[in-house]
């Protein structure tokens, strides 16, 4: 089956734009995860779902940043009025579980670029 | 979750075996380790995980420390597709949320 899909996977917006960026994940995970990752650093963690109810999201970097998952799905995260500092590569990542025994599954990403 | 400490690189050979380290010597008893991969322009790929034993799988194997303070993931024959950013990672079994908290990793590359 397909894995774990995001698009676009690469964006470039002028700084003050808003963004919206797109996970698929495997059908039938019930977690989804957000993760950042700025370039040479490992990803840091973002948002958290659960079906559809967000549980975490203490990794949010500023109130410009929402996500949502209105179906138990899809994913979006948006980004209000980017900022340099908001370029980094965004990773989407599903599991069939929510608990520390279930691998989870990554995208490819979405590069985001702001000038 | 509990930090772990990798070393920040790591050369290898090409079909020779390849030993990662990683200490973690503030692990609690619920504590899974995990070891990720990402290769270059990737996302992040699972690998291996343990509690306590040994564990082997197509890919590698994980080697735990009896105290748990430390484990070893290992690359039997190193391939060029191996090199990558490798993460050792503890995750709380009993967690509802399960997030992971990536460290910089060890860098591994292979030598044709």
């Known amino acids: 089956g397909a894995g774990v899909s995001q698009s676009p996977r690469y964006k470039v917006a002028k700084r003050g734009q808003d963004v919206a960026l797109r996970c698929d994940p495997i059908?039938?995970?019930?977690?989804l995860f957000w993760y950042q990752q700025a370039l040479g650093q490992g990803p840091e963690f973002l948002t958290y779902f659960q079906n559809e109810a967000q549980l975490d999201k203490s990794g949010l970097p500023s109130d410009r940043f929402f996500a949502e998952r209105p179906e138990g799905s899809v994913s979006t995260l948006k980004i209000q009025r980017t900022q340099q500092e908001d370029s980094a590569v965004y990773l989407c990542?599903?599991?069939?579980?929510?608990?520390?025994?279930?691998?989870?599954?990554f995208g490819p990403g979405t590069r985001l670029t702001v000038l | 979750d509990a930090k772990t400490t990798q070393p920040n690189s790591m050369e290898s050979n090409e079909e020779e075996p390849v030993h990662l380290p990683c200490n973690h010597s503030?692990?609690?008893?619920?504590?899974?380790i995990h070891w990720y991969r990402q290769l270059p322009s990737q996302g992040p790929e699972y690998v291996i995980h343990?509690?306590?034993s040994n564990v082997n799988n197509r890919m590698a194997s994980l080697a735990i420390a009896e105290d748990r303070k430390s484990s070893t993931l290992i690359l039997h024959r190193a391939t060029l597709r191996d090199a990558a950013v490798y993460y050792c990672?503890?995750?709380?079994?009993?967690?509802?949320?399960?997030?992971?908290?990536f460290g910089k990793g060890i860098t591994l590359s292979v030598r044709p």
């Open positions: 990542a599903s599991s069939l579980g929510g608990t520390g025994g279930h691998e989870q599954f």
């Open positions: 059908s039938g995970h019930v977690s």
């Open positions: 990672i503890l995750r709380d079994v009993t967690g509802a949320n399960s997030k992971l908290t």
């Open positions: 343990g509690l306590t």
């Open positions: 503030t692990i609690s008893g619920t504590d899974y």
